[in-house]
């Protein structure tokens, strides 16, 4: 699983930072999609997908619809998923 922070409305698509949210610590997911009928998540789903170089449908959401903090689902996550994951963590310093 892995901790999102949806910023929707931003000026451009961006992943990556830390933010401390209720699932850990957080990938940070700037959307520019407005947080409208799940518009700004389907965007973070997208923009998660790309960013660790994984086909969108490998991405699902777990939990978190209706709000800003989210987990998604890596199906069959590569090996390396907790490099990537570091980076974009550390990307937004």
Known sequence: MVAVRVKPGAGRTRVGGAYPGPHGIALIVAVQAPAVDG?????ARRALADALSLPAASVSLRTG??????LFLIETPPADLAARLTALHEAGR
């Open 39 to 43: 518009r700004a998540t389907e965007a």
């Open 65 to 70: 619809l209706a709000s800003r903090d989210k």
